[in-house]
Antibody, heavy 113, light 113 residues
Framework: QVQLVQSGSELKKPGASVKVSCKASGYMFAAYGINWVRQAPGQGLEWMGW????????TYAQDFMGRFVFSLDISVSTTYLQISSLKAEDTALYYC??????WGQGTLVTVSS | DIVMTQTPLSSPVTLGQPASISCRSSQTLVHSDGNTYLSWLQQRPGQPPRLLIY???NRFSGVPDRFSGSGAGTNFTLKISRVEAEDVGVYYCMQTSQSPTWTFGQGTKVEIK
């Protein structure tokens, strides 16, 4: 069955970087793009962008240009989200999701001094 | 950009009774390919989002038939025929017609009276 398994929770200081992984299984990795979605504490869902798993080309939503980078390693069917220069307001759950409707379990990133 | 507006934002429901959530888009969601890419997601407390309905009215794998979707153009509805305790959570409508962007509604909280 299709599964997206994300890396564990992270606690980072302001100004640091974090890299979240999303490992896919149960389907041909290059068949579906991977989207990233942010959910701040107690808030709704916000689309961050997606990465084409065929070409590796990332597309970012307007609010996520600059400090956010999507990448992938096809050899291990894994997509990555890297956030640099972390701020307190980056504290959130980050989800990966395929374009066909499957979601990862979420990764909590907490930014605190 | 397309804006998705859900009503109500909160819906207290008696067990066994129906529930209905509306979603309106600021632009038509009819894609140039003739499909309408309007989905509904369920997020139970402490859980990641889960796809319930795609392309207005198609139930995703494993979704009980008490969930149904309807609508066209800019107006859409999710109905739960008889609410069960496991249906408590937040429901989001989501458009993917304006590819590759995903846009979510604000979410509707369904709780038991």
């Amino acid at each position: 069955q299709v599964q997206l398994v994300q890396s564990g929770s992270e606690l980072k200081k302001p100004g640091a970087s974090v890299k979240v992984s999303c490992k896919a299984s149960g389907y041909m990795f290059a068949a579906y793009g991977i989207n990233w979605v942010r959910q701040a504490p107690g808030q709704g869902l916000e689309w961050m962008g997606w990465i084409n798993t065929n070409t590796g080309k990332p597309t970012y939503a307007q609010d996520f240009m600059g400090r956010f980078v999507f990448s992938l390693d096809i050899s291990v069917s894994t997509t990555y989200l890297q956030i640099s220069s972390l701020k307190a307001e980056d504290t959130a759950l980050y989800y990966c999701a395929t374009s066909q409707g499957y979601w990862g379990q979420g990764t909590l990133v907490t930014v605190s001094s | 950009d397309i804006v998705m507006t859900q009503t109500p934002l909160s819906s207290p429901v008696t067990l066994g009774q129906p529930a209905s959530i509306s979603c309106r888009s600021s632009q038509t969601l009819v894609h140039s390919d003739g499909n309408t890419y309007l989905s509904w997601l369920q997020q139970r407390p402490g859980q990641p989002p889960r796809l319930l309905i795609y392309k207005i009215s198609n139930r995703f794998s494993g979704v009980p038939d008490r969930f149904s979707g309807s609508g066209a153009g800019t107006n859409f509805t999710l109905k739960i025929s008889r609410v069960e305790a496991e249906d408590v959570g937040v429901y989001y409508c989501m458009q993917t017609s304006q590819s590759p962007t995903w846009t979510f509604g604000q979410g509707t909280k369904v709780e038991i009276k």
